[in-house]
């Protein structure tokens, strides 16, 4: 246990952390394509997970595991509900660039 | 002590009338409405019936048994509701009504002409449209009018005062697809908006000068007496009481009364609204305008009258309005041509002679005028009506004529009215007109004056009656009539029992009249002015002398030859135009007051104050709106990503200014655990 905690720093876990979720929003903000959007999404959520996990761990706390819990739920039904909406969005205009789904304006 | 007597039916029932019959009556049959719209006041007369037989039983078990009675009810009477209408701790307004000898009367001759005139409009009104509306109106104007007359203070009383405006203003503009009517029922309110400030202001001051709105309140703090004896502990010591206000103050409250009543009994110089008043329905004229609510002003100068008996000015220029409104009205009512409006200005003028009796501090003769009054001048509007309704709408008097053979009813009860305002005895009106000119005369020099006055209006009255009642009556018809109507039998009844109370009304003679009213209207502090002796046989003389008169004149100028009119008005062209044109107040009034705030809500308040200052703020505020929202919706591209973007930024600055200025939590706490 000790082992795991100190052959690998705690800021390691959360470099990584950061890194991938700065991959998650760079994903989103630049590409056009929605599912990938959507990926990115998820990338950002499990980097939180992972940052959750690493102060579970480093503080001996159960909250963030429980936590990451929660967190996988919401993803699951998000996905769910996400993948639904991106067919529907798919059938109705026969695209899924994001640039052209712009009605939510003036 | 008292048993409940329930005088709040008398009120509710005519309002439950006009809940009925104007929510329902459009939608029932016409039968229905009549039967609601009659009952009503029917019922309410009935309860002021039983009132009053209640308590004239109880007053003569008094008497029998000098003052250890098992009289069940004495008056006054006081009906007070459990809950307060307005409680604000230090002072309280309560629902309370008060049955005493004056309202007694008041009652009497509001619900029992009433009723008559509900009866009379059944058959006036029986082809007209709205027949429900007309009915709902009067059974409104019935409710308020005995609120006006029950109220145990003066707040309520303003209640009912201001609803009876309403219901007046309401039939006025009865047929209000007509422009005319619409117009005089605007006329009427507005100009009793000016007298209604006036009392508005008189009873703010009785509140802060008095601490109490109650009648019997004000009242007892006059009778009580400022130093009294106290005893207290078996030892004698002097205690003062409440400190009376200062005359000015009293005679101030006072004038603001007198501008409240001037507003509503239509005296100088408010008294514009009632001849075009006449535009509503004749029924309405003869109940609203000419009876009842008219006389709401004397009523409210006699229920207030120990502020008055304090007030010596006050009373002095309460007599002067009076009389010179009497004057005034009946030189205009000699040269007019639409019969109701001569019958306007009659009324205008016998309300000025109830003014100058409260003005010398007779009011027992004031109110017993008025009831005399509400008996024959509702007579004389019925019977107008009844003739009105005859000649198919038409009321100028120069086409009629000759209507004598044709309506014999009519024709005989209108000539007992015109006989009773002319002052002939032994009808109503000579006793009661014979009574004020009386008190007039007993009133110092100021009262010689006065009673010339009255003299003068009684010949003149006489004067442009008779001339009503042969241009309308005798002579030849001077038109054909378009169709002929005949009175139905609801009409012709009304106008008899009214013309039988014109005739006995006055019966009951002014000594015992003023001996019932005494408890309530004895003057509470004799005037500085001594009373002189009253040739009261020469006086009457005189009054019969010109009632003879005045019928002289109005017979050789209209009866023997009816062209001597034309070329006495020919002879005087200025003076005649003057007094036909009513002396052009209303056109003075209209180039004094009227154009000047026309022209001033126009271009000061509508162009300076509405236009530029209010409406340029206005658009100040919403171009700035507008610019903001023509900025900020740039950002609403509709674009996912730019919305991300954005959104990702914002949590970076969130971001950054916990990190810079953070609250506390640090990155450096996390590290140093």
């Known amino acids: 246990m000790t082992l795991l905690q100190h052959d690998v720093p705690l800021s390691w876990y959360l470099l990584l952390s950061a890194a991938l979720f700065s991959l998650g929003v760079i994903g989103f903000l630049i590409k056009r394509n929605l599912i990938t959007v959507f990926m990115s999404i998820e990338l950002m959520l499990n980097a939180v997970n992972l940052s959750f996990v690493t102060f579970a761990r480093e503080w001996n706390m159960v909250k963030g595991q429980i936590f990451v819990f929660f967190v996988m739920m919401v993803a699951a039904a998000e996905a769910a509900v996400g993948l639904a909406i991106i067919i529907a969005v798919f059938r109705a205009r026969a695209t899924l660039s994001v640039d052209r789904i712009d009605l939510m304006k003036l | ?673």
């Open chain 2, 1 to 673: 002590m008292n048993e409940s007597l329930h005088l709040w039916l008398v009120p509710i029932l005519p309002f439950l009338g006009f809940l009925l019959n104007g929510v329902l009556g459009a939608r029932m049959p016409k039968k229905l409405v009549t039967a609601i719209g009659i009952l009503a006041p029917l019922g309410s007369f009935l309860m002021v019936v039983n009132v009053t037989a209640a308590s004239m039983i109880s007053a003569a078990q008094t008497c029998a048994q000098c003052g250890a009675s098992t009289a069940s009810v004495s008056l006054p009477y006081v009906e007070t509701f459990a809950r307060p209408w307005i409680n604000l701790g230090v002072w309280h307004v309560d629902f309370s009504l008060v049955l005493d000898q004056l309202s007694l009367v008041m009652l009497l001759v509001v619900t029992g002409v009433g009723f008559l005139i509900h009866i009379y409009s059944v058959g006036y009104m029986g082809h007209e449209e709205g027949y429900a509306r007309f009915f709902s109106y009067l059974n409104l104007f019935l409710f308020f009018m005995t609120v006006l007359v029950l109220a145990g203070n003066v707040l309520l009383m303003f209640v009912g005062w201001e609803g009876v405006g309403l219901a007046s203003y309401l039939l006025i503009g009865f047929y209000f697809d007509r422009t005319s009517a619409a117009n005089a029922g605007k006329k009427a309110f507005i100009v009793n908006r000016i007298g209604d400030f006036g009392f508005l202001i008189g009873i703010f001051l009785l509140l802060t000068n008095f601490g109490t709105l109650t009648f019997g309140e004000i009242s007892a703090r006059f009778s009580a007496a400022p130093i009294h004896l106290v005893f207290e502990n078996g030892t004698a010591s002097l205690a003062r009481g409440p400190a009376l206000p200062n005359a000015a103050i009293i005679t101030a409250i006072c004038l603001c009364l007198l501008l409240g009543a001037a507003g509503k009994s239509a005296q100088l110089p408010l008294y514009v609204w009632l001849p075009d008043a006449m535009e509503g329905p004749t029924p309405v004229s003869a109940l609203i305008h000419a009876a009842t609510m008219v006389t709401a002003g004397v009523y409210l100068i006699a229920r207030t009258h120990v502020l008055f008996d304090h007030a010596p000015v006050a009373l002095a220029i309460v007599a002067i309005v009076g009389a010179a409104t009497a004057l005034f009205a009946a030189t205009i009512a000699l040269a007019q041509n639409d019969i109701k409006r001569v019958l306007a200005y009659s009324t205008i003028s016998q309300l000025g002679y109830m003014f100058l009796a409260c003005g010398v501090a007779s009011y027992a003769s004031g109110i017993f005028h008025l009831v005399t009054h509400a008996f024959f001048k509702a007579l004389l509007f019925l019977a107008a009506g009844s003739v009105i309704h005859a000649m198919g709408g038409e009321q100028d008097m120069r086409r009629m004529g000759g209507l004598r053979n044709k309506l014999p009813v009519t024709f005989a009860t209108m000539t007992i009215a015109v006989f009773t305002i002319a002052g002939f005895p032994p009808l109503a009106a000579f006793f009661s007109k014979d009574a004020i000119l009386a008190a007039a005369f007993a009133h110092g020099p100021l009262g010689k004056l006065l009673w010339f006055v009255g003299l003068v209006t009684a010949l003149l009255t006489s004067c442009y009656m008779f001339r009503l009642w042969y241009l309308t009556f005798l002579g030849e018809p001077r038109s054909k009539p378009s169709h002929n109507h005949s009175t139905p039998l609801s009409m012709l009844v009304p106008l008899v029992i009214l013309a039988a109370l014109s005739v006995c009304g006055g019966w009951i003679g002014i000594d015992r009249f003023s001996a019932f009213l005494a408890p309530v209207t004895s003057v509470t502090r004799r005037p500085a002015i001594h009373s002189t002796a009253t040739p009261e046989i020469p006086l009457t003389l005189a009054a019969i002398a010109v009632a003879f008169l005045g019928w002289y004149i109005a017979h050789s100028f209209y009866a023997r030859k009816s062209e001597r009119a034309a070329q006495f008005a020919a002879a005087y062209p200025a003076a005649y135009k003057l007094v036909a044109n009513k002396f052009y107040v209303d056109e003075i009034y209209g180039a004094v007051i009227v154009k000047p705030l026309f022209a001033f809500s126009k271009y000061v308040l509508g162009w300076v104050v509405d236009a530029a200052i209010l409406g340029g703020a206005a658009w100040l505020l919403a171009g700035l709106a507008s610019l903001v929202g023509a900025i900020l919706q740039r950002w609403q591209s509709g674009n996912l990503r730019s919305y991300a973007a954005w959104l990702a930024l914002g949590a970076a600055a969130v971001l950054l200014f916990v990190l810079f200025y953070g609250t506390g939590f640090s990155f450096a706490t996390i590290v140093r655990h």
